[in-house]
């Protein structure tokens, strides 16, 4: 895994995005196609905005998939994941293949079965993806399974994970965040064939260096970052803080 520090957010989030771009770029020279999987959350604000920007992208010839959803939430809602990539990354360069994850499907495991058949016939090119302070990939809490096979699958929300998206300014109470979620497990996420990963912020910086210094564990979600041969990890000088070696 390639690591790389930036005294600042935004200019992490430029070095980031323009890693992304040239990976799209370079599916879309190769196969005429790029197959890519987009997180959210408050750490991608800038990524995101700086990748939609980013020119000579061939959007029309992508294809979206959504890393991870909450179950029984609506898409009119806030703090929906759906809501989030519509506004910030659909609705300005418009994907032309989209696969959103269904929430509030009456079945979370029928929603799960549906997503999995479709991104089996894909080979994801890249993933853009954060770490949660709980160190958490996706909404692969830890200890997180790193054994399934299945794309897409139903996950418990730890209490540290619901707090930060309380403290992200997501929810009203501890008590509207749901506790539950659909996923990307930790397999497929590995599966893309690169992997840019990027993570501001001193609330981050615990989650870091125990991915990184740490042993590779399901204790760790995102350490498993380390054994993918073309991953890219961006910090601001706040997520590094902590770390041995910066």
């Known amino acids: 895994m390639q690591i790389q520090v930036f005294e600042s957010k935004q200019?992490?989030?430029?070095?980031?995005?323009?890693?992304?771009a040239e990976l799209l770029k370079q599916a879309l020279n190769q196969k005429g196609t790029a197959t890519f999987i987009v997180a959210t959350g408050a750490s991608q604000f800038e990524f995101l905005e700086n990748l939609t920007a980013a020119p000579s992208i061939e959007w029309?010839?992508?294809?979206?998939?959504?890393?991870?959803?909450?179950?029984?939430?609506?898409e009119s809602h806030p703090a929906s994941f759906r809501h989030y990539l519509k506004e910030k990354l659909i609705n300005k360069v418009h994907p032309g293949t989209v696969h959103l994850v269904c929430g509030d499907f009456s079945d979370p495991e029928a929603e799960c079965h549906r997503l999995n058949k479709i991104i089996s016939g894909y080979v994801v090119d890249a993933a853009f993806v954060g770490v949660g302070e709980n160190g958490h990939l996706a909404f692969?809490?830890?200890?997180?399974?790193?054994?399934?096979?299945?794309?897409?699958?139903v996950v418990e929300l730890d209490q540290a994970c619901r707090r930060q998206q309380l403290g992200e300014g997501w929810f009203v109470g501890l008590e509207d965040v749901p506790k539950q979620a659909i996923s990307m497990s930790i397999r497929q996420i590995m599966k893309s064939k690169a992997i840019v990963c990027t993570v501001p912020d001193k609330r981050k910086a615990q989650a870091v260096k125990d991915c990184l210094e740490k042993e590779i564990s399901p204790r760790h979600p995102a350490s498993i970052?380390?054994?993918?041969?073309?991953?890219?990890l961006y910090l601001d000088r706040d997520a590094a803080s902590l770390l041995k070696e910066k």
Do not use: C, W
């Open 11 to 20: 200019q992490m989030a430029q070095a980031a995005a323009s890693k992304a």
């Open 60 to 74: 029309a010839k992508t294809v979206m998939f959504h890393l991870d959803e909450y179950v029984g939430l609506s």
């Open 140 to 153: 692969n809490d830890p200890p997180a399974d790193f054994q399934t096979e299945n794309p897409y699958i």
């Open 225 to 232: 970052l380390r054994e993918h041969p073309n991953a890219f």
